[in-house]
């Protein structure tokens, strides 16, 4: 689920800024702190001595911010090639096929490529995420970042986790691979898309053949920046063992 932390800071950023006319009273420190503040004033049941990972893509658009409000945060981001993504909200959609998505706005007449170019846009489900992160992998901080690939966490979680740990300065320790399961029911029936915060129980990969028209599938080929020729050297990105 993504976490709500980051609509409110991109609200608290609007109202500070000189959209609002009185902002000329509000001093950069108190901008600042005003920010800053959300995140105290959203994790305060947490305690001072918790570790944090806010689930919101938005980060990777704010991290001159983050770096600012927290000189040691990192941001893990996991990626897969863009034509599964696609491929599996296509997937979600079928499953329920008496039902409008509001993914897609509810519309009622799109066909694969209207909701595939939907999430691609720029301010689509994917495409967002996807300029998001390039903004974060080629930008100044690039050295925060983390990319962890899908087949490398589905199909070795043990051997990924350990690296996590290690980027994040935390000490790695046991998990239950095999009952590992979460869902979003009331969320995912409002928003017309039942099943797409499910998770299911076992950690595994599970090899399909993509339902998506060829040349659609193919559209997104060059589009994993991070493997290509030439990708940063200081990002690190936890790659799976072998291909699958």
């Known amino acids: 689920m993504t ?4 609509s409110i800071y991109m609200a608290m950023q609007a109202a500070t800024s000189r959209k609002n006319e009185a902002a000329v009273f509000i001093g950069e420190e108190q901008k600042r702190d005003l920010l800053r503040g959300v995140f105290e004033s959203y994790y305060r049941k947490l ?3 918790k570790l944090i990972f806010d689930t919101n893509r938005v980060w990777c658009t704010k991290l001159p911010s983050i770096a600012d409000h927290f000189p040691d945060a990192k941001i893990l981001c996991c990626v ?3 034509s599964w993504i696609m491929d599996s909200v296509e997937s979600l959609i079928r499953r329920n096929p008496h039902e409008l998505s509001g993914l897609f706005g509810f519309e009622a007449g799109g066909t694969v490529y209207t909701r595939v170019n939907r ?3 720029n301010d689509g489900l994917v495409g967002y995420a996807l300029d998001a992160l390039r903004e974060a992998y080629y930008g ?3 050295g925060r970042l983390m990319l962890i690939e899908y087949g490398a966490l589905a199909r070795d979680p043990g051997r990924t986790l350990e690296q996590i740990y290690d980027f994040i300065g935390e000490p790695s320790f046991a998990h239950d691979f095999d009952n590992v399961d979460y869902d979003a029911r009331d969320f995912d029936l ?3 898309a ?3 915060h499910t998770v299911a129980r076992k950690v595994a990969l599970r090899p399909r053949d993509s339902i998506l028209p ?3 599938f193919r559209r997104f080929e060059n589009d994993m920046f991070w493997a290509m020729p030439g990708a940063r050297a200081d990002v690190r990105v936890v790659r799976r063992a072998e291909s699958s």
């Open 3 to 6: 976490s709500p932390v980051g």
């Open 47 to 49: 305690g001072d001595e």
């Open 80 to 82: 897969r090639h863009i």
């Open 119 to 121: 999430l691609a846009a």
């Open 140 to 142: 100044e901080h690039s």
């Open 190 to 192: 409002a928003i017309g």
């Open 194 to 196: 039942p099943g797409l």
């Open 214 to 216: 060829p040349d659609l």
